[in-house]
């Protein structure tokens, strides 16, 4: 069982940055490979980030690609996502979650476990 605890998000203007964490309790963090995915108000949750749990390689959703970084610290049990040039359309409920299998995904119906979420508003 792994437990998934976000933080770091808020209110910030167009252009901003914010760097959320999530920090992971339970074993064998660093065999997982972790994701973000968000929510806006009224559409489904879609894929942000992931990275792999065997050599860090990474993939974004085009919308982000360029200003966001995904990163772990498997010493700290902890995932980050870096945001940088945030614009409006990035408003969101952010959740991390993490995944058992052996490749990275970006369907959020492969990942196993999800924090509660996080809320980002970026004002114009």
């Known amino acids: 069982q792994v437990q998934l605890v976000e933080s770091g998000g808020g209110l910030v203007q167009a252009g901003g940055s914010l760097r959320l964490s999530c920090t992971a309790s339970?074993?064998?963090?660093?065999?997982?490979?972790m994701g973000w995915f968000r929510q806006a108000p009224g559409k489904e949750r879609e894929f942000v980030a992931t990275?792999?749990?065997?050599?860090?390689?990474?993939d974004y959703a085009d919308s982000v690609k360029g200003r966001f970084t995904i990163s772990r610290d498997n010493a700290k049990n902890t995932v980050y996502l870096q945001m940088n040039s945030l614009k409006p359309e990035d408003t969101a409920v952010y959740y991390c979650a993490a995944d058992s299998s052996m490749f990275k995904s970006t369907q959020a119906g492969r990942y196993d476990y999800w924090g509660q979420g996080t809320q980002v508003t970026v004002s114009s």
């Open positions: 339970g074993r064998s963090f660093s065999r997982y490979v």
């Open positions: 990275i792999s749990w065997s050599d860090d390689s990474t």
